[in-house]
Nanobody, 124 residues
Framework: QVHLVESGGGLVQAGGSLRLSCIVS????????MGWFRQAPGKERAFVAA????????YYADSLKGRFTISRDNAKNTVYLQMNNLKPEDTAVYYC?????????????????WGQGTQVTVSS
C-alpha cells in the first residue's frame, strides 16, 4: 500500500508564493511518476503538473507554465510544487498522486494513489 501526505498549503495574498510537499511511503518512491492536481469549489479536478521518475521530465498545464515548478527528491521520498505569483483563481484543494507511467499524465485516471489534499487559498 502506498500512502501520500501533502503539506504546505495555507492562506496567501495574491502575488505570494507557496511550496507544497508530498511525502510518499509504502513502496519505492523512485518507481512512481508523480503528479499534482487541484480542485476548486464546484469544479472538476484539474491537472497541474507531473514529473517522471527523476526530475528530468516535467509537464505542466499550459496556463500554469512559468509560475509553477514541480520537482522531486528521491532520497526524501518527496515531490514538491513551488507556486509563485499566486492568483485568487489558484484557490483550490491540491492533491498529489502516484502512478506507474507518464502516459496520459494529465488525466487523473492515470494515477493509482492519491493524497488527502491540502487547501490553498489566495486572497485578492
Amino acid at each position: 500500500q502506498v500512502h501520500l501526505v501533502e503539506s504546505g498549503g495555507g492562506l496567501v495574498q495574491a502575488g505570494g508564493s507557496l511550496r507544497l510537499s508530498c511525502i510518499v511511503s509504502g513502496r519505492t518512491f523512485s518507481m512512481y511518476v508523480m503528479g499534482w492536481f487541484r480542485q476548486a469549489p464546484g469544479k472538476e479536478r484539474a491537472f497541474v503538473a507531473a514529473v517522471g521518475r527523476s526530475s528530468g521530465n516535467t509537464y505542466y498545464a499550459d496556463s500554469l507554465k512559468g509560475r509553477f515548478t514541480i520537482s522531486r527528491d528521491n532520497a526524501k521520498n518527496t515531490v514538491y510544487l513551488q507556486m509563485n505569483n499566486l492568483k485568487p483563481e489558484d484557490t483550490a484543494v491540491y492533491y498529489c498522486a502516484a502512478g506507474q507511467t507518464l502516459s496520459r499524465y494529465e488525466t487523473s485516471s492515470a494515477y493509482n494513489y492519491w493524497g488527502q489534499g491540502t487547501q490553498v487559498t489566495v486572497s485578492s
